[in-house]
């Protein structure tokens, strides 16, 4: 994971959004008091992956925008929280973090969490170029411990990046599914050196 925050850039998706929200009366939104961050995350809680849990970050710790209209998608990145699954979804929902992932991959299950839309920016890369041009899968676990790295893990990352893939059309290689690692400027090494790539990149592909 990475702090990463930039300012918001104008689109027609977000135009949509608040007008949407504008339309509908305040004290019927689902807990008015929480203000329109919260009518928003329950009004787009669709998810982009079928088989994933939509589990929203803070609207405070991403960028709205309407890829790949506004950007296009040529990557995914690969991460390793380097935190539990439930302690990773508390720092994406925790406005104060800035930081956020489309996915969050669950170590024991495979179990996958959405937490940003596709078509938004999520702070995961640590750099707004590959950011704006990329999907960001988060892996509970740690890069010195690769029993985190299950079979389910690896099974259910790799479908949801082959639909990821077959979606944008990105090829199904390690020169556009990369490590955080290869982020350029990132001080980052995830997923580390236990992350078995060869074992990934076959999965992908015959997902």
Request: glycine residues 6%; aromatic residues 10%.
């Amino acid at each position: 994971m990475d702090m990463d925050r930039a300012e918001p850039r104008f689109s027609r998706r977000r135009l949509l959004k608040g007008a949407a929200l504008a339309a509908v009366p305040y004290a019927l939104l689902p807990d008015a008091r929480a203000g329109a961050a919260t009518a928003t995350a329950t009004a787009t809680a669709t998810v982009d992956y079928p088989p994933a849990e939509w589990r929203a970050a803070s609207s405070s710790n991403y960028t709205l925008s309407d890829r790949p209209d506004e950007y296009a998608v040529d990557r995914v990145i690969i991460h390793v929280t380097q935190e539990t699954y439930a302690d990773t979804l508390a720092i994406f929902g925790n406005p104060q973090k800035k930081v956020s992932a489309h996915y969050l991959v669950r170590s024991a299950d495979g179990h996958v969490a959405q937490c940003v839309h596709e078509a938004d920016i999520a702070w995961h890369a640590g750099n707004w170029t590959y950011n704006t041009r990329s999907i960001g899968i988060e892996h509970e676990g740690w890069v010195d411990q690769p029993a985190y790295f299950t079979d389910a893990l690896y099974e259910q990352s790799a479908k949801l990046t082959a639909a990821i893939c077959a979606k944008y059309r990105i090829p199904r290689d390690r020169e556009h599914i990369i490590g955080h690692y290869q982020v350029p400027g990132t001080d980052h090494d995830d997923p580390g050196p236990g992350w078995d790539w060869v074992r990934y990149i076959r999965l992908v592909n015959f997902a």
